[in-house]
């Protein structure tokens, strides 16, 4: 098993940042691509970005490309997505998640293991 911690969510104005945090224990983190998703209300969750085991690749929803980035540290078990530039249809819960696979992240959006979600509220 793997859990998956999500932190640094909040409420802020249109244009500013947040960075998120998705704290991994239970196997080597190194393992497993990682992936953010969101879903806003009344809408299905969506896939925003991956990354891989070793952070070579990194993939990203079109809406929110030179926008965010995703980044991980192995050494911290933690992956991270800087959102910059942010609008209020960024306004979602967030949810970081782990599979071995990356087509499971970016294709089928049914990987292994979810966090429970942070909450990004961004006002106009």
């Known amino acids: 098993q793997v859990q998956l911690v999500e932190s640094g969510g909040g409420l802020v104005q249109a244009g500013g940042s947040l960075r998120l945090s998705c704290a991994g224990s239970g196997r080597p983190f190194s393992n497993y691509a990682m992936g953010w998703f969101r879903q806003a209300p009344g809408k299905e969750r969506e896939f925003v970005a991956l990354?891989?085991?070793?952070?070579?690749?990194?993939d990203y929803e079109d809406s929110v490309k030179g926008r965010f980035t995703i980044s991980r540290d192995n050494a911290k078990n933690t992956a991270y997505l800087q959102m910059n530039s942010l609008k209020p249809d960024d306004t979602a819960i967030y949810y970081c998640?782990?599979?071995?696979?990356?087509?499971?992240?970016?294709?089928?959006?049914?990987?292994?293991?979810w966090g429970q979600g942070t909450q990004v509220t961004v006002s106009s």
């Open positions: 998640a782990a599979d071995f696979n990356i087509v499971n992240l970016k294709i089928t959006s049914k990987p292994s293991y």
């Open positions: 990354i891989t085991q070793t952070g070579g690749y990194t």
